[in-house]
Each structure stands twice: as structure tokens, then as C-alpha cells.
């Protein structure tokens, strides 16, 4: 079975970055789409990036886009987002999650991380 982790969360200031990283074991991600989704205190799992790790193909949400970049590693079975000018509004948890379909809802992923915290504060 697939199982994900995340990492590179953490305390930065508005206006600064941060790299995280999703690693994947017990399978390959080269079948899937892998989308990070972001979970602000007291709301619902929103997904903000989606990336077919076979081609490349990428899809961001308006609220990310231009801010953050999405990638991945063939070689090493990771996929990444650089997120650049943070700002408070993106602090939470931030999961990354794989789907056999090309789709960013959260009920259409298959197997989830669990997750790593960003928080975005002077």
C-alpha cells in the first residue's frame, strides 16, 4: 500500500518560503496524480495544486498561483511545492494525496499523508 510523508513545514514570516516535500514509499507515484492540499485553522481541506507525476502537468487554485510552484523527482519517487510570499492566510496543515484521476477533490484521493504544519507569522 502506498504511504505518503510530508515534510518541510514550518514557522516563516509573511513574505517568505518554504519548500515541502512528499515522499512516497510501498509504491511508485507514476500512475497517480499527486495534489497537495492545504487545511487553515477551523476550515475545511482545500486542494491548491495538482500534478500528474508521469508528464508534468500541473493545475494551481487562483489563491496560489504565481506564489506556488509544484514538481516532482522521478528518481526519487517526490514531489514537491516551493511556496514563495507566504502570507498569514496560508498557515495550517498542507497534505499531499494521490488520485487516480486527474481531479483536486479531496473524496477522489486514494491514500493521504498526514500532513506537515506551516505557520506564517512575524
Known amino acids: 500500500q502506498l504511504q505518503l510523508v510530508e515534510s518541510g513545514g514550518g514557522l516563516v514570516q509573511p513574505g517568505g518560503s518554504l519548500r515541502l516535500s512528499c515522499t512516497a514509499s510501498g509504491g511508485t507515484l507514476d500512475r497517480y496524480a499527486v495534489g497537495w492540499f492545504h487545511q487553515a485553522p477551523g476550515k475545511e481541506r482545500e486542494g491548491i495544486s495538482l500534478i500528474n507525476y508521469r508528464d508534468g502537468d500541473t493545475y494551481y487554485v487562483d489563491s496560489v498561483k504565481g506564489r506556488f510552484t509544484v514538481s516532482r523527482d522521478n528518481t526519487k519517487n517526490m514531489v514537491y511545492l516551493q511556496m514563495n510570499s507566504l502570507k498569514p492566510d496560508d498557515t495550517g496543515m498542507y497534505y499531499c494525496?494521490?488520485?487516480?484521476?486527474?481531479?483536486?477533490?479531496?473524496?477522489?484521493?486514494?491514500?493521504w499523508g498526514k500532513g506537515t504544519l506551516v505557520t506564517v507569522s512575524s
Open positions: 494525496a494521490v488520485s487516480w484521476l486527474w481531479a483536486i477533490d479531496a473524496e477522489h484521493m486514494d491514500f
